[in-house]
């Protein structure tokens, strides 16, 4: 099973958005609506920030949103504040009854 | 509020076992719908699902390592653990204890993760 595709960074200014996307197969992204992204400062345990593809845990800023279109999952981080600064990695079920990741999107806050 | 936390060696030498628990506190490991998971991250890289165990004992691994795990769990400890045979240096890397959500597909609580090295 293949590690689902992230862009390695992205930046933006504060108050702007910006878009993670993750992009894999019909045998995971495409055929489940078990996409999940994580957030992980350095040193620290990944922390939920969407699952289900756009549902946001308890908690979670309104400023992060997902969607989903075929086999590609995205993050949306609205109004970027600079405690965005971070990695954020995409999850999703696959058909082998396994859990694939990321390999990581680095958000710098510019 | 639950929390995990791994315990076990920092340190490993090739080809022997490593080993680590994961003791679940602030909740019962019984209570509810979860699978509880071992995920693992290498320096500078992604996270790499290993695999799960329920409170059936019933397990789920990952292909590429399922000859070499296995996972267990404990519930009058409140502990579930991890084992896997015949390290190298590839296994080197920060293991993380997580439960999940059964037939929701996220990971909700995470442990701090534990550092793993695998060297002589």
């Known amino acids: 099973q293949s590690a689902l595709t992230q862009p390695a960074s992205v930046s933006g200014s504060p108050g702007q958005s910006i878009t993670i996307s993750c992009t894999g197969t019909?045998?995971?992204?495409?055929?489940?609506?078990?996409v999940s992204w994580y957030q992980q400062h350095p040193g620290k345990a990944p922390k939920l920030m969407i699952y289900?593809?756009?549902n946001r845990p308890s908690g979670v800023s309104n400023r992060f949103s997902g969607s989903k279109s075929g086999n590609t999952a995205s993050l949306t981080i609205s109004g970027l504040q600079p405690e965005d600064e971070a990695d954020y990695f995409c999850s999703s079920y696959t058909s082998s009854t396994i859990y694939v990741f990321g390999l990581g999107t680095k958000v710098t806050v510019l | 509020q639950v929390q995990l936390q791994e315990s076990g060696p920092g340190l490993v030498k090739p080809s022997e076992t490593l080993s680590l628990t994961c003791t679940v506190s602030?909740?019962?490991?019984?209570?509810?719908?979860?699978?509880w998971t071992w995920i693992r991250q290498p320096a500078e890289k992604g996270l790499e699902w290993i695999g799960r165990t329920y409170i059936s004992g019933s397990t789920n691994y990952n292909p590429s390592l399922k000859s070499r795990v296995i996972i267990s769990i404990d519930t009058s400890k409140n502990q579930f653990s991890l084992q896997l045979s015949s390290v190298t240096a590839a296994d080197t890397a920060v293991y993380y204890c997580?439960?999940?959500?059964?037939?929701?597909?996220?990971?909700?609580?995470w442990g701090q993760g534990t550092l793993v090295t695998v060297s002589s």
């Open positions: 289900e593809v756009s």
């Open positions: 602030g909740g019962s490991i019984n209570g509810g719908n979860y699978a």
């Open positions: 019909s045998s995971d992204v495409g055929g489940f609506n078990f």
């Open positions: 997580v439960r999940q959500v059964m037939g929701k597909g996220y990971f909700d609580y």
